[in-house]
Every structure is written in C-alpha cells, then in structure tokens.
C-alpha cells in the first residue's frame, strides 16, 4: 500500500512515474514525476491524512477544483485529481525556475520595473481567480514562481477560500501569513477574504520587493507568539514609511500606487485587481499622478449617478400615474 510520504520511484495509475520529492509542508509533499501518457514533467501533490489543520481534508478537495476552473497563463495548470490506494493527489504543471523568495534571498537585485512587470502578471492572474468569487488567501513571496523565461506563476491554493468553503475557516482564529494579512482580517477572525484582502497582500509583496524589507517589522527578541501578536498590532496601527523614503529612485506613481493597495481602511484601498491594473499601467509608463485614480471620488460620482437614476425613475412614474388619473377623470366626466 502507498503512503503519502513515500512515492518516490513508484508508478501511479500506470501513468506518473514519481521521481522525487521537490517541497514539503505541514500538510503533505509535492512530487516531480513523469506522465507517460502526456510525455510530460508533472508535479503532484499529496495530502498528509494526520495533518492537523482544520478541514485539512476539505481544503484539499476545494483546492483541486478551484484549480480545475481556473485558466490563465500566470497560474499554475491543473491536470488531474484522484485518491489512489488511499492517497489524494493533485497533478499539476510542472513549473521549472524558482520563488520570488528565493530569488530575493539569493541577492538578485529585483528594479522598479521588473517588480512592477511580475506584480502586472499577478494582478493579472488574480483578476481570473477573482472572477470565479475565489481569494488566494496566501499572497507572498514563496507562492509566486518566476519560470526560467522570467514570468510568474501563482501556486498554492491549499487555503484559498471561494463561496463554497467560507465556513471552512476556524472559530476564534486567522489563516494565512501574518506579515501580509490584511488589518481587516487580523482584528476579526470571522471576517472573510475578498479581492481587497488579496490586494493588500500583494502590496506588501510589492513594497518589499522594492525595499527588501517588509513594512511593519518583526521583534525578534520576542518569543513565537507574542512576537506574532506585536506584529499584527503594528500591522493594525503603525503607519508604514512610504516605499520612496527607503528607496529614492522609486517613481511617485509607483509610491501612490504602493500605499494606496496597503491602505489600512478596505474602503480607502483599490477595490478590484482589474482597478489596480489601471493605476499599475500608468506608473508603469510614469505618466503622472493626475492620472492616477482616485477612488473616493469614482465612489461619490457613481453614487451620484445611482441618486439621479432613482430620482428620474421616481418623477417619470409619477407623471405616468398623473397621466393616468387624468385619462380616467377624462373619461369619468
């Protein structure tokens, strides 16, 4: 009988042959094998049955249909998903090249521009997770891969959460990486994903790309957990020094557009990854900040729209019924 965490070497389904273990997490391994069939490199991925975060078992169903809905060349590609003699499996794309965190840790120098080209391609790739009502959850560094032809791939949906798991989150606590958690989600443990926590996330990515460090640091003098919660209470309160303090060759388009997707009230944030790409298009080619959108006002505008359509709606029926009192009057007389 095959166990999850022993593969290597073993044919599955008369199909994968599994070569070696290329990642390991807390709630199972990734494999590169071979697919005969396709003439392929694939890499599957199995779940460990004693894992022991919640709805492990859930988690792992919803995030091999997620990925079998989704469709975009930023994203990691779905195969196929089974149980074969008692073990889940996922295959998928087999993406050769490395993370963004181990690019970042390997010293190589990431600019202005290049950050901003993987950071359009995710936003990109976000925009088709989004549209199915899907939000990764897990935005950072060590999900995003750069292939070997220098584009990214967004991997790892183990916690995504779409419509069908929103109960799926543990009562009284938070999932994710603190370091790119929203505030919104760190100061309530049942408040749900939705593209301005993604938003946030990728934000955080972004200014640390452009200032190799992260906005809100951690106090490693401070054991495990309460270093965990003077972060989240930084992350809550401290106002973050804008990306262009750290890193002066930063343009004040790409600034604005920085701390504008890491604002602390989602109200005050980019609401829609596809709004992002807007702003990301403009400091791409720094054409001006008059250029940039300012949402508060796009807000009050349709607002105002919405109050004149109701208004024009609610006259014109009243003329109708006017019209039509006096046709019967007419008529009565």
Known sequence: MLTWNNLEGKTIKDRYFVQKVIGRGGAGQVYLAFDKVANRKVAIKTMDPSATMSNHKERFDIEAKILSKLNHKNIIKHYDDFVFDGVDMI???????????????????????????????????????????????????????????????????????????????RQGSV??????????????????????????????????????????KVNETLNGPERNNDLARKIVNDIPVPVIDINKSISKETNYLVL??????????????????????????????????????????????????????LITSLVLIALIIAVVLLLVL
Not at 129 to 152: A, M, P, W, Y
Not at 182 to 209: F, H
Not at 269 to 290: C, F, H, I, P, W
């Open 91 to 169: 295959v998928m794309e087999y993406v050769e090249g490395i993370s963004l965190e181990e690019k970042m840790r390997k010293g190589n120098p990431i600019d202005e521009k290049e950050a901003l080209k993987y950071t359009k391609q995710i936003l990109s790739a976000l925009t088709e997770v989004h549209s199915h009502k899907v939000f990764h959850r897990d935005l950072k560094t060590s999900n995003i891969h750069i292939t070997v032809d220098g584009n990214v791939k967004l991997l790892d949906f183990g916690i995504a959460q779409a419509t069908i798991d929103q109960d799926l989150t």
């Open 175 to 216: 999932i994710g990486t603190i370091s790119y958690m929203a505030p919104e989600i760190i100061k309530s443990a049942n408040k749900k994903a939705n593209e301005r926590t993604d938003i946030y996330s990728l934000g955080i990515m972004l200014y640390q790309l452009l200032t190799e460090v992260k906005p809100f």
């Open 260 to 313: 504008k997707m890491i604002e602390k009230d989602p109200a005050e944030r980019y609401q829609t990854s596809a709004s992002v790409l807007k702003d990301l298009e403009v400091a791409m080619n720094e054409s001006g900040l008059e250029n940039m959108q300012d949402y508060r006002a796009e807000e009050t505008k349709d607002y105002s729209m919405k109050k004149q359509i109701v208004w024009t709606t």
